[in-house]
């Protein structure tokens, strides 16, 4: 691969057409890393139509699932293998403390390894119809081509969870990261390009969201778009995909509410609740973003839980020591303070935090302190809205009833947390609570063998375990005649 050539196109490493390139710049100090290449709309049509060709006629489809599964083996080993420097990669670009990039790269690693076994697992029935002559059953099939486009957040482990079950399931894909990260989908490719996948089963698209991603939505040769990212964007992809009804999965926004009771174990609690919002700068379309406090604990808990916000440590994610790092962009940091003035504006009171952070390790990226609102009303922006940044809001509860309905009072219902010594207690939340993704007693754990996604606006579809799998294959009813005999239906042409 040449320095400027970072598309990957029917196996090979190709610079845009038109010579383009963008800046990628590492948010904890804002300095140009490197440039890549930038995607026009032929580029996009060639990545296109490569994955198309690759499907109706190449081999990824018709390999056996086991030889599938052997290249996507070998690609996590390569991953494993690289991992420390693939972490650090991740980290440059997204700004993400080390510690989570680590977590990050293992977890991909283990997709792939995950979704390799699964694909060679039992899958598809047989049906008890009421013709005892039929045999009736269903076999799983690929999709197509399969156009994924990821966010800028976590740019490693969306690669992995995108093109894993897409790959498994023997579709040809175009993967899209975000603008801002492609830096760890760039590894990862060298070590897809190393072992030789057949080319057009998956390729590397660098580009712009609104033109190249959108015509990834709008082509009649794409079957199947996958992505995580706004709701915002997830509608107009929606929109987009009409043209030839694309099959649509979206993993979008979310304001998921953290409900801790009274009789929760209250250290338990404290440490979970900064961990829900603050891992990932709240980055997270998952994080906690609205503690929901039993109002008996309000003068406790919230001077404990300001004292350990101002004790996390902020910098540069390259530094071991950092428990939290920049946001990804002065856009976003601009974004997240424009809610944190609204906030403000509104009436809500500010606990702890809402200043970007100026010293000297900090003052040339995109810092701002761990922020937590209290004083809220259900109604201001900071409540409804996904700020996606490092911003706690809190909300008082009496009972369990006005939890549960504070807690269901969103447009979104991606994730919830409940925690409380009362387990019967939890569970009853749990389960009247609209959230895809539950936790009782803990908060962020996901697994690849579990299925992921939401609830409202947070979503359509599910990822990870065999959900994840089946959004990416068709279902095919196959009726076999035991016994073919004449139908006798037309009686004067077939006596
Ligand atoms: P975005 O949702 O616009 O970007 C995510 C991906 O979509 C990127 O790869 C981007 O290039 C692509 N994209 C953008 N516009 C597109 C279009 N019209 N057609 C096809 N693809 C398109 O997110 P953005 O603008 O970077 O961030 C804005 C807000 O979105 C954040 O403040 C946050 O609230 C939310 N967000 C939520 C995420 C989540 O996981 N819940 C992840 C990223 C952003
Ligand atoms: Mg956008």
């Known amino acids: 691969m040449n320095s400027s050539d970072q598309l990957f196109i029917n196996g090979t490493w190709l610079s845009a057409v038109d010579g383009a390139t963008r800046e990628i710049f590492n948010p904890a100090t804002n300095e140009v890393i490197t440039l ?10 060639k990545a296109i139509h490569a994955a198309r060709t690759a499907f109706d ?12 599964a052997t290249y996507l083996f070998k690609l996590a080993d390569l991953i494993e293998a690289q991992a420390e420097a693939l972490a650090m990669v991740e980290t440059r670009n997204s700004g993400k403390p080390l510690r989570e990039a680590r977590y990050d790269v293992a977890d991909a690693s283990a997709c792939f390894r995950y979704y390799a076994g699964l694909i060679t697992k039992p899958s598809g029935e047989t049906y008890a119809v009421p013709d005892p002559n039929i045999l009736a059953m269903t ?7 399969c156009a994924q486009i990821i966010p800028w957040n976590y740019p490693f482990l969306m690669a992995a969870w995108k093109l894993a079950p897409g790959l498994a399931a023997g579709n040809c894909c175009i993967l899209k990261p975000a603008e801002t990260t492609p830096l760890s989908a760039i590894e990862l490719f060298n070590l897809i390009a190393q072992l030789n996948f057949p080319p057009g089963s998956v390729q590397l698209l660098l580009g712009s969201g609104p033109t190249v991603g959108n015509l990834l939505a709008e082509s009649p040769l794409v079957d199947k778009i996958a992505f995580t990212g706004s709701t915002k964007t997830g509608r107009s992809i929606m929109r987009a995909a009409t043209g030839n009804i ?4 979206l993993e979008l926004g979310g304001k998921s509410p953290n409900i801790v009771f009274a009789d929760a174990d ?3 609690a404290l440490e979970y609740a900064l961990f829900a919002i603050f891992a990932g700068q709240g980055q997270v379309c998952t994080a906690g973003s609205r503690l929901l406090l039993q109002d008996t604990l309000a003068e406790t808990f919230l ?5 350990a916000s101002r004790c996390i440590v902020v910098g540069d994610g390259m530094n071991p020591d950092t428990e939290m790092g920049p946001l990804i962009s002065p856009l976003q940091l601009e974004r997240v303070q424009a ?6 504006a509104e009436g809500a009171q500010l606990l702890c935090g809402g200043q970007r952070i100026n010293t000297p390790e900090c003052e040339r990226g995109n810092f701002l302190e761990p922020t937590i609102f209290v004083h809220t009303h259900p109604c201001m922006k900071i409540v409804q809205e996904e700020i996606f940044g490092p911003v706690l809001v809190v909300q008082l509860f009496h009972d369990e009833a006005e939890a549960i309905s504070l807690a269901n009072d969103s447009v979104y219902g991606l994730a919830a947390g409940v925690f409380t010594s009362d387990t019967t207690k939890g569970l009853r939340v749990l389960k009247q609570l609209r959230a895809g993704i539950t936790w009782l007693n803990t908060y962020h754990p996901t697994f690849n063998e579990a299925p992921w996604g939401g609830y409202k606006q947070s979503g359509i579809g599910r990822e990870l375990g065999t959900y994840g799998l089946d959004a990416y294959l068709e279902i095919k009813q196959i009726n076999i005649n035991l016994a073919p005999q004449p139908l006798g239906w037309y009686r004067k042409c077939f006596s």
């Open 36 to 45: 890549v290449s930038d995607a026009s709309l032929s580029d996009t049509e």
């Open 57 to 68: 006629s190449g081999p990824w489809p018709r390999l056996t699932a086991t030889e599938r």
């Open 139 to 145: 076999v799983r099939e690929p999709i197509g081509v």
């Open 246 to 249: 694309k099959k649509v999965t």
């Open 266 to 268: 209250l250290n338990l």
């Open 303 to 307: 001077p404990r839980l300001a004292e």
């Open 339 to 344: 809610y944190i003035q609204s906030g403000l």
